[in-house]
């Protein structure tokens, strides 16, 4: 009976646990996280005890956590097998750029085509924007290991850029797919109309190949110094020059009184 009651309550518990978080991933989604208590969360979920969110993952942070995981989850690992799937077709240093750009973009289009999967978006853009300063340490976790074998995979077939950049390139990537896509509904944002997601996704796609296959800048040529005997002197350096430009008055001719004469020149 005992080992019976034990896992009785086991399974309470993680009931609870998924309740709760199946009730803040859509207030978090529509609300954000300033006005949001524990109280509404608790109520929403059916959870009695008031301190059901401390019981059960410690904190607001804890929460958020295991909603990232729960929302971002089927994303990483739907992209994973798309990468997979290129290193079986190409060789690891020579996937196409293009390539490696859908396999970012489509597993969030289906994502975004869903409706529950819009709302997950938009819990982990409200995250990433309104968390404070663990929402983005959140979000980059469950992502790290998707993005260390893009850049990998991206470092092999674009060796002329530093690994430095490319993660920087992948991190603006995954950062404009989700403002982009967990907001497609939102028609303010859009110059045309946006009827479905898919119409966003040809755009979407090139914009991310020019982010992520763009050359590097060319380098600055170098300034010229010049030795200080060399070094020209701007207009108006000389007393003569900025009496011309106006920096000091022109001296005015001195007039005499009547009667005086003008002492000549010797």
């Given at each position: 009976m005992a080992q019976t009651s034990d896992l009785s309550a086991d399974r309470n518990a993680q009931s609870t646990q998924q309740r709760l978080i199946n009730a803040a991933i859509p207030l978090i989604a529509e609300h954000g996280l300033q006005n949001l208590s524990f109280r509404v969360i608790n109520k929403a979920a059916g959870a009695r005890n008031q301190m059901a969110i401390s019981y059960h993952f410690?904190?607001?942070?804890?929460?958020l956590q295991a909603g990232l995981l729960q929302a971002l989850q089927p994303y990483v690992a739907a992209l994973?097998?798309?990468?997979?799937a290129l290193l079986e077709r190409h060789p690891a240093d020579a996937v196409p750029v293009a390539e490696l750009a859908a396999a970012m973009l489509d597993p969030m289009m289906a994502m975004?085509?869903?409706p529950s999967g819009l709302i997950e978006l938009?819990?982990?853009s409200r995250v990433a924007s309104s968390a404070g300063e663990y929402g983005l340490p959140l979000i980059t976790r469950e992502l790290t290991p998707a993005t260390h074998r893009l850049i990998a995979l991206l470092a092999a077939s674009?060796?002329?850029v530093p690994a430095a950049s490319l993660g920087l390139r992948v991190v603006f990537g995954f950062n404009t797919l989700l403002q982009t896509l967990a907001h497609w509904d939102s028609p303010q944002l859009w110059p045309a109309s946006v009827q479905s997601v898919e119409q966003l996704a040809p755009a979407l796609h090139d914009y991310l190949v020019g982010g992520l296959s763009g050359p590097l800048p060319a380098p600055s040529p170098p300034r010229r110094r010049h030795s200080p005997a060399s070094r020209p002197r701007p207009a108006g350096s000389s007393r003569r020059g900025r009496r011309r430009h106006g920096f000091l008055p022109t001296p005015r001719p001195k007039l005499h009184a009547a009667g005086d004469k003008p002492k000549k020149m010797r």
């Open positions: 410690g904190s607001m942070e804890g929460l994973g097998a798309r990468l997979d975004a085509a869903r938009k819990f982990v674009r060796p002329d």
